[in-house]
Protein backbone atom coordinates (compact mmCIF):
# COMPACT_ATOMS: atom_id res chain seq x y z
CA UNK A 1 0.00 0.00 0.00
CA UNK A 2 3.09 2.24 0.30
CA UNK A 3 2.04 3.59 -3.30
CA UNK A 4 -1.24 4.92 -2.03
CA UNK A 5 0.06 6.54 0.73
CA UNK A 6 2.09 8.13 -1.39
CA UNK A 7 -0.60 9.15 -3.56
CA UNK A 8 -2.64 10.64 -0.54
CA UNK A 9 0.93 12.67 0.02
CA UNK A 10 0.83 14.21 -2.82
CA UNK A 11 -2.50 14.83 -3.14
CA UNK A 12 -2.19 16.72 0.16
CA UNK A 13 0.85 18.48 -1.03
CA UNK A 14 -1.06 19.97 -4.00
CA UNK A 15 -2.98 21.39 -1.93
CA UNK A 16 -0.51 23.93 -0.03
CA UNK A 17 0.22 27.87 -1.12
CA UNK A 18 2.70 29.95 0.28
CA UNK A 19 -0.21 31.51 2.43
CA UNK A 20 -0.69 28.50 4.16
CA UNK A 21 3.09 27.62 4.26
CA UNK A 22 3.69 30.39 5.89
CA UNK A 23 1.38 30.85 8.37
CA UNK A 24 2.06 26.82 9.55
CA UNK A 25 5.31 27.99 9.54
CA UNK A 26 4.59 30.61 11.82
CA UNK A 27 2.39 28.81 13.88
CA UNK A 28 5.08 26.04 14.80
CA UNK A 29 7.81 28.63 15.26
CA UNK A 30 5.32 29.72 18.40
CA UNK A 31 4.79 26.93 19.89
CA UNK A 32 8.48 26.02 20.53
CA UNK A 33 9.06 29.19 21.69
CA UNK A 34 6.14 28.36 24.10
CA UNK A 35 7.64 25.80 24.99
CA UNK A 36 11.09 27.25 25.85
CA UNK A 37 9.61 30.51 27.03
CA UNK A 38 6.76 28.43 29.29
CA UNK A 39 4.23 30.85 28.02
CA UNK A 40 1.53 31.36 25.51
CA UNK A 41 3.29 32.92 22.60
CA UNK A 42 0.89 33.20 19.53
CA UNK A 43 1.72 33.77 16.09
CA UNK A 44 -0.45 32.67 12.93
CA UNK A 45 -3.67 31.39 12.71
CA UNK A 46 -5.00 27.93 13.28
CA UNK A 47 -4.04 25.74 10.59
CA UNK A 48 -6.36 22.30 11.35
CA UNK A 49 -10.06 22.97 12.20
CA UNK A 50 -12.49 20.30 12.58
CA UNK A 51 -16.16 21.30 11.60
CA UNK A 52 -19.31 19.48 13.70
CA UNK A 53 -21.57 18.54 10.41
CA UNK A 54 -24.13 16.71 13.33
CA UNK A 55 -24.25 15.81 16.78
CA UNK A 56 -26.94 12.90 15.43
CA UNK A 57 -25.83 9.46 15.38
CA UNK A 58 -27.73 6.23 14.24
CA UNK A 59 -25.60 3.73 16.77
CA UNK A 60 -25.25 3.19 20.99
CA UNK A 61 -21.83 2.68 21.16
CA UNK A 62 -20.98 2.60 24.37
CA UNK A 63 -18.47 4.89 25.12
CA UNK A 64 -19.48 7.62 22.87
CA UNK A 65 -21.76 10.73 24.02
CA UNK A 66 -23.57 10.60 20.81
CA UNK A 67 -24.40 6.84 21.22
CA UNK A 68 -25.44 7.17 24.67
CA UNK A 69 -27.26 10.94 23.86
CA UNK A 70 -25.67 12.17 27.23
CA UNK A 71 -24.51 14.94 25.37
CA UNK A 72 -26.40 18.78 27.60
CA UNK A 73 -25.26 21.05 24.65
CA UNK A 74 -28.17 21.31 22.13
CA UNK A 75 -28.58 18.84 18.90
CA UNK A 76 -28.36 19.74 15.66
CA UNK A 77 -26.60 19.98 12.27
CA UNK A 78 -24.23 22.52 10.78
CA UNK A 79 -26.10 25.06 8.19
CA UNK A 80 -24.37 25.33 4.87
CA UNK A 81 -24.29 29.35 4.92
CA UNK A 82 -22.87 29.66 8.43
CA UNK A 83 -19.99 27.13 7.54
CA UNK A 84 -19.68 29.26 3.74
CA UNK A 85 -19.24 32.32 5.63
CA UNK A 86 -16.84 31.14 8.75
CA UNK A 87 -15.04 29.35 5.57
CA UNK A 88 -14.61 32.62 3.99
CA UNK A 89 -12.39 33.80 6.68
CA UNK A 90 -10.13 31.14 7.02
CA UNK A 91 -9.48 28.31 3.73
CA UNK A 92 -6.65 30.19 2.64
CA UNK A 93 -4.98 29.22 5.92
CA UNK A 94 -5.95 25.87 6.68
CA UNK A 95 -3.83 22.96 5.31
CA UNK A 96 -6.39 20.46 6.02
CA UNK A 97 -10.18 20.77 7.17
CA UNK A 98 -11.82 17.34 9.27
CA UNK A 99 -15.72 17.16 8.89
CA UNK A 100 -16.16 15.20 12.51
CA UNK A 101 -16.06 15.82 15.85
CA UNK A 102 -19.52 14.24 17.09
CA UNK A 103 -22.54 12.51 15.82
CA UNK A 104 -22.23 10.76 12.04
CA UNK A 105 -21.49 13.45 9.16
CA UNK A 106 -23.66 11.93 6.69
CA UNK A 107 -27.01 12.22 8.82
CA UNK A 108 -26.45 16.30 7.53
CA UNK A 109 -28.38 16.51 4.87
CA UNK A 110 -25.89 19.19 3.53
CA UNK A 111 -22.48 17.76 4.40
CA UNK A 112 -21.69 16.46 1.06
CA UNK A 113 -22.29 20.18 -0.22
CA UNK A 114 -20.20 21.57 1.97
CA UNK A 115 -17.64 19.24 1.57
CA UNK A 116 -17.83 20.34 -2.14
CA UNK A 117 -17.39 23.51 -0.83
CA UNK A 118 -13.82 23.08 0.90
CA UNK A 119 -12.70 21.11 -1.80
CA UNK A 120 -13.27 23.48 -4.37
CA UNK A 121 -11.63 26.52 -2.25
CA UNK A 122 -8.68 23.94 -2.15
CA UNK A 123 -8.97 22.79 1.05
CA UNK A 124 -7.36 19.25 1.35
CA UNK A 125 -10.79 17.37 3.25
CA UNK A 126 -11.01 14.86 6.07
CA UNK A 127 -14.23 12.97 7.53
CA UNK A 128 -14.79 9.55 9.65
CA UNK A 129 -18.14 7.66 9.30
CA UNK A 130 -19.48 4.78 10.91
CA UNK A 131 -20.55 3.57 7.46
CA UNK A 132 -24.20 2.98 7.51
CA UNK A 133 -25.04 5.91 4.96
CA UNK A 134 -22.55 4.77 2.26
CA UNK A 135 -25.31 3.48 -0.21
CA UNK A 136 -24.76 3.68 -4.13
CA UNK A 137 -25.77 6.91 -4.50
CA UNK A 138 -23.96 8.64 -1.70
CA UNK A 139 -20.83 6.83 -2.61
CA UNK A 140 -20.86 8.67 -6.08
CA UNK A 141 -21.95 11.58 -4.74
CA UNK A 142 -18.94 11.26 -1.90
CA UNK A 143 -16.23 10.86 -4.72
CA UNK A 144 -17.62 13.97 -6.98
CA UNK A 145 -17.46 15.99 -3.65
CA UNK A 146 -13.83 15.98 -3.76
CA UNK A 147 -13.77 14.86 -0.08
CA UNK A 148 -9.55 13.64 -0.07
CA UNK A 149 -9.57 11.44 2.85
CA UNK A 150 -12.31 9.27 4.38
CA UNK A 151 -12.20 6.88 7.49
CA UNK A 152 -14.44 4.08 7.79
CA UNK A 153 -14.73 2.73 11.18
CA UNK A 154 -14.66 -1.45 11.03
CA UNK A 155 -14.14 -2.79 14.31
CA UNK A 156 -15.03 -6.34 13.73
CA UNK A 157 -14.83 -8.67 10.69
CA UNK A 158 -17.94 -10.31 11.15
CA UNK A 159 -21.36 -9.48 13.20
CA UNK A 160 -21.04 -11.22 16.11
CA UNK A 161 -18.15 -9.57 17.22
CA UNK A 162 -18.71 -5.77 15.08
CA UNK A 163 -21.99 -5.05 17.29
CA UNK A 164 -20.44 -5.76 20.90
CA UNK A 165 -19.51 -2.58 20.02
CA UNK A 166 -20.95 -0.82 17.45
CA UNK A 167 -24.63 -1.09 19.16
CA UNK A 168 -27.43 -1.46 16.46
CA UNK A 169 -24.63 -1.16 14.09
CA UNK A 170 -25.16 -3.36 10.85
CA UNK A 171 -21.40 -4.52 9.35
CA UNK A 172 -22.54 -6.25 5.76
CA UNK A 173 -24.12 -2.58 5.53
CA UNK A 174 -20.43 -1.06 6.44
CA UNK A 175 -18.29 -3.31 4.24
CA UNK A 176 -21.11 -2.88 1.06
CA UNK A 177 -20.63 1.12 1.43
CA UNK A 178 -16.81 0.53 1.01
CA UNK A 179 -17.39 -1.87 -1.86
CA UNK A 180 -19.62 1.35 -3.36
CA UNK A 181 -16.75 3.57 -2.60
CA UNK A 182 -13.99 1.48 -4.18
CA UNK A 183 -16.51 0.86 -7.46
CA UNK A 184 -17.17 4.35 -7.73
CA UNK A 185 -13.59 5.82 -7.50
CA UNK A 186 -12.50 3.42 -10.19
CA UNK A 187 -16.18 4.00 -12.20
CA UNK A 188 -14.94 8.08 -11.72
CA UNK A 189 -11.20 7.71 -12.16
CA UNK A 190 -10.88 9.14 -8.87
CA UNK A 191 -7.40 8.67 -7.24
CA UNK A 192 -9.50 10.09 -4.13
CA UNK A 193 -10.65 9.71 -1.55
CA UNK A 194 -8.16 7.69 0.53
CA UNK A 195 -10.07 4.71 1.92
CA UNK A 196 -9.38 4.06 5.51
CA UNK A 197 -10.88 0.85 7.33
CA UNK A 198 -10.21 2.32 11.39
CA UNK A 199 -10.44 -0.88 13.83
CA UNK A 200 -10.86 0.53 17.57
CA UNK A 201 -9.11 -1.81 19.51
CA UNK A 202 -11.24 -3.25 22.09
CA UNK A 203 -11.46 -7.08 24.21
CA UNK A 204 -14.26 -7.96 22.23
CA UNK A 205 -12.34 -7.62 19.32
CA UNK A 206 -8.51 -7.57 19.55
CA UNK A 207 -8.54 -11.20 17.93
CA UNK A 208 -9.62 -10.20 14.73
CA UNK A 209 -6.42 -7.22 13.87
CA UNK A 210 -5.16 -9.36 10.91
CA UNK A 211 -8.79 -10.62 9.90
CA UNK A 212 -9.46 -6.69 9.26
CA UNK A 213 -6.53 -6.22 7.31
CA UNK A 214 -7.08 -9.27 4.76
CA UNK A 215 -10.60 -7.70 4.92
CA UNK A 216 -9.52 -4.22 3.57
CA UNK A 217 -7.25 -5.86 1.11
CA UNK A 218 -10.21 -7.95 -0.69
CA UNK A 219 -12.41 -4.99 -0.68
CA UNK A 220 -9.30 -2.66 -2.23
CA UNK A 221 -9.43 -0.15 0.99
CA UNK A 222 -6.37 1.79 0.64
CA UNK A 223 -5.25 1.60 4.87
CA UNK A 224 -5.82 0.08 7.73
CA UNK A 225 -5.33 1.88 10.99
CA UNK A 226 -5.85 0.45 14.40
CA UNK A 227 -6.87 2.79 17.31
CA UNK A 228 -6.88 2.53 21.16
CA UNK A 229 -10.00 2.94 22.70
CA UNK A 230 -10.94 6.07 25.31
CA UNK A 231 -12.59 4.37 27.63
CA UNK A 232 -14.65 7.04 30.63
CA UNK A 233 -14.81 4.66 33.57
CA UNK A 234 -11.29 2.63 33.34
CA UNK A 235 -9.59 3.07 36.83
CA UNK A 236 -10.67 -0.41 38.58
CA UNK A 237 -10.68 -1.86 34.50
CA UNK A 238 -13.52 -2.00 31.68
CA UNK A 239 -14.82 -5.05 30.36
CA UNK A 240 -13.69 -3.49 26.96
CA UNK A 241 -10.37 -3.33 27.61
CA UNK A 242 -7.72 -5.26 25.73
CA UNK A 243 -6.33 -8.34 26.94
CA UNK A 244 -3.04 -7.70 25.25
CA UNK A 245 -2.28 -4.58 27.37
CA UNK A 246 0.12 -2.99 24.42
CA UNK A 247 -3.42 -2.40 22.25
CA UNK A 248 -4.54 -0.27 25.56
CA UNK A 249 -4.10 3.62 26.18
CA UNK A 250 -3.92 2.37 30.16
CA UNK A 251 -1.73 0.42 32.17
CA UNK A 252 -2.24 -1.38 35.39
CA UNK A 253 -0.66 -0.24 38.50
CA UNK A 254 0.81 -2.47 41.26
CA UNK A 255 -2.38 -2.02 43.41
CA UNK A 256 -4.29 -3.17 40.68
CA UNK A 257 -5.98 0.31 39.15
CA UNK A 258 -5.48 1.27 36.26
CA UNK A 259 -3.57 4.64 34.61
CA UNK A 260 -3.63 6.34 31.05
CA UNK A 261 -0.36 5.31 29.79
CA UNK A 262 0.77 9.25 28.70
CA UNK A 263 2.60 11.07 30.94
CA UNK A 264 0.72 14.63 30.86
CA UNK A 265 3.33 17.35 29.99
CA UNK A 266 2.68 21.24 30.50
CA UNK A 267 2.16 21.57 26.83
CA UNK A 268 0.22 20.95 24.12
CA UNK A 269 0.40 20.55 20.46
CA UNK A 270 -3.60 21.05 19.26
CA UNK A 271 -3.85 24.29 21.42
CA UNK A 272 -1.46 25.98 18.71
CA UNK A 273 -2.35 24.33 15.64
CA UNK A 274 -6.11 23.62 15.69
CA UNK A 275 -9.56 23.89 17.03
CA UNK A 276 -12.95 22.30 17.26
CA UNK A 277 -15.96 24.30 15.92
CA UNK A 278 -19.35 22.70 17.21
CA UNK A 279 -22.38 22.46 14.46
CA UNK A 280 -23.40 25.84 15.89
CA UNK A 281 -20.31 27.45 16.10
CA UNK A 282 -19.09 27.10 19.74
CA UNK A 283 -15.21 27.03 19.90
CA UNK A 284 -13.56 23.86 21.60
CA UNK A 285 -9.79 23.24 22.47
CA UNK A 286 -9.59 19.89 21.20
CA UNK A 287 -12.10 16.83 20.54
CA UNK A 288 -11.61 15.47 23.79
CA UNK A 289 -13.80 18.33 24.79
CA UNK A 290 -16.85 16.69 23.80
CA UNK A 291 -19.54 18.46 25.41
CA UNK A 292 -17.80 22.22 25.06
CA UNK A 293 -17.19 22.62 28.91
CA UNK A 294 -14.64 24.93 27.85
CA UNK A 295 -16.12 27.42 25.15
CA UNK A 296 -13.40 29.50 23.98
CA UNK A 297 -15.70 31.72 21.70
CA UNK A 298 -18.57 31.31 19.54
CA UNK A 299 -17.43 32.18 15.99
CA UNK A 300 -21.70 32.99 14.78
CA UNK A 301 -20.32 36.34 17.22
CA UNK A 302 -17.20 36.45 16.55
CA UNK A 303 -14.24 35.78 13.62
CA UNK A 304 -12.25 32.91 14.18
CA UNK A 305 -9.17 34.27 14.35
CA UNK A 306 -10.37 36.91 16.61
CA UNK A 307 -11.69 33.73 18.97
CA UNK A 308 -7.57 32.31 18.18
CA UNK A 309 -6.28 35.50 19.92
CA UNK A 310 -8.75 36.43 22.69
CA UNK A 311 -8.55 36.30 26.10
CA UNK A 312 -10.53 33.21 27.14
CA UNK A 313 -7.97 31.10 24.71
CA UNK A 314 -5.02 32.87 26.47
CA UNK A 315 -6.24 32.03 29.84
CA UNK A 316 -6.78 27.95 28.65
CA UNK A 317 -3.12 28.04 26.72
CA UNK A 318 -1.50 29.91 30.53
CA UNK A 319 -3.60 27.18 32.72
CA UNK A 320 -2.53 24.12 30.14
CA UNK A 321 1.21 25.49 30.40
CA UNK A 322 0.94 25.78 34.65
CA UNK A 323 -0.60 22.01 34.86
CA UNK A 324 -2.24 20.16 32.06
CA UNK A 325 -3.33 17.65 35.21
CA UNK A 326 -5.83 20.07 36.19
CA UNK A 327 -7.61 20.62 33.38
CA UNK A 328 -10.57 17.54 33.17
CA UNK A 329 -10.44 17.28 29.61
CA UNK A 330 -6.57 16.24 29.94
CA UNK A 331 -6.55 13.47 32.07
CA UNK A 332 -8.02 11.00 29.89
CA UNK A 333 -5.77 12.04 26.60
CA UNK A 334 -3.64 10.59 24.91
CA UNK A 335 -2.10 13.42 22.94
CA UNK A 336 1.75 11.51 22.07
CA UNK A 337 -0.21 7.90 23.01
CA UNK A 338 1.04 5.53 20.43
CA UNK A 339 -1.18 4.59 17.98
CA UNK A 340 -0.97 1.40 16.12
CA UNK A 341 -0.64 0.78 12.28
CA UNK A 342 -0.92 -2.17 9.80
CA UNK A 343 -0.38 -2.09 5.95
Not at 1 to 9: I, V
Not at 36 to 52: A, D, I, M
Not at 56 to 68: F, I, Y
Request: glycine residues 6%.
Amino acid sequence: MSSLYLKDTLNFLGNLTPKRVINATKVTASYYATRWLNKPVVWGKPFTVSFEPTTACNLRCPECPSGLREFTRPTGNLKADFFRRTMDDIADQLLYLIFYFQGEPYINPNFLDMVKEASDRGVYTITSTNGHFLNDKNAKRTIESGLDRLIISVDGTTQEVYEQYRKEGKLESVLQGARNLVKWKKELDSPTPHLIFQFLVVKPNEHQMEDVVKLADEIGVDEVKFKSAQLYDYKNGNPLMPDNEKHARYYKKEDGTYEVKNKLQNHCWKLWHSCVITWDGLVAPCCFDKDVTHRLGDVKEENLNKVWEGAAYDDFRTKLLKGRSEIDICKNCTEGCEVWLMD
